[in-house]
């Protein structure tokens, strides 16, 4: 196993605006689709895309929404046998808005993955004994994402944590078990209590990441790239090559990921570590921001 996703699933229906409505305004929009989404799988199913063996440990409902998304997974060739269902809540929903710039507003209901519990981690253990790589994300309970972290870092696993969505973390643990620690702009300035606008401020953010215990640390910058710091060495700026066409930014961050976590798992393939693996993964965000969100569109999702 190359790769294993401690972390969301959730099925995306997004609608297609000229522009987003303001409070209390309706507007029509051009297009619907019904995709799977949640950042940890997202992450999944790049890596796998890329050609990484993945496997998931996820939290789905007990409803139509849930079957429907294994069948997706199992359709990229992700692994599911600690992909599990409940019938206690709901499969995770993201409602979206797209204007027609790409940009997004997002509404989520956690549902089932706020049952994913540290119960399951320990029930994939087998998974973290032969993976190289473990990443993990905030969509689902942090005690989960801690006991996965620990496993990771018992069966000396490469740990990434994408620290999103955007919460303050008082722990320190969470980022003393972190090989790497990738943060966007927003969450980079809620972490640290800094503004993170220039590539100057997100390397002192980073900087600031790293005295928080994490071994690296990635702060993205959209348009303008992204920060590579790690304890001991000057920090990196890797500058984004320029897009072509922004169609939808929903899920660049998440393909980032995904690329990173395929190049640390798979160094004998394009990219390496560190900036080098920062390099090629922005290239892999930039194909994802040039089409439609999501993974494979739910059978009769889209309409418009």
């Not at 006991?147 to 990434?160: K, M, Y």
């Amino acid at each position: 196993m190359d790769l294993v996703v401690v972390g969301s699933c959730m099925s995306d229906q997004t609608c297609y605006t000229a522009r987003l409505p303001r409070a209390g305004e309706t507007v029509h929009g051009t297009k619907f689709a019904l995709t799977c989404g949640g950042k940890g799988a997202n992450q999944c199913v790049m890596a796998c895309k890329l050609g990484a063996n993945t496997a998931m440990v996820a939290k789905l409902g007990d409803d139509a929404f849930g079957r429907l998304y294994k069948e997706n997974l199992v359709q990229v060739g992700v692994d599911i046998a600690h992909v599990t269902s409940t019938s206690e809540a709901s499969t995770g929903v993201a409602q979206i808005c797209v204007d027609g710039k790409g940009m997004n507003s997002i509404v989520i209901v956690a549902g089932a993955n706020m049952l994913l519990t540290p119960a399951d981690v320990q029930a994939a253990d087998a998974l973290f004994n032969s993976a190289r790589v473990l990443l993990c994300q905030l969509e689902v309970p942090l005690e989960t994402t801690l006991a996965a972290l620990r496993a990771g870092r018992a069966h000396n696993v490469t740990t990434v944590v994408n620290a999103a969505p955007a919460m303050p973390v008082k722990d320190n643990e969470l980022f003393e078990l972190s090989d790497i620690f990738c943060v966007n702009e927003t969450e980079a300035e809620m972490m640290t209590d800094l503004p993170v606008t220039s590539v100057e401020e997100a390397e002192l953010a980073a900087a600031a990441l790293l005295r928080r215990g994490c071994r690296a640390a990635i702060v993205t910058l959209g348009a303008q790239g992204a920060v590579y710091a790690a304890a001991g060495r000057q920090s990196v700026h890797v500058a984004a090559p320029p897009a072509q066409e922004v169609v939808d930014t929903v899920g660049a961050g998440d393909a980032f990921l995904g690329a990173l976590g395929y190049m640390l798992a798979c160094p004998a393939g394009p990219g390496g570590r560190g900036g080098g693996a920062a390099r090629l993964s922005h290239r892999h965000s930039q194909r994802g921001s040039a089409r439609r969100s999501g993974q494979l569109p739910s059978a009769g999702s889209a309409a418009g």
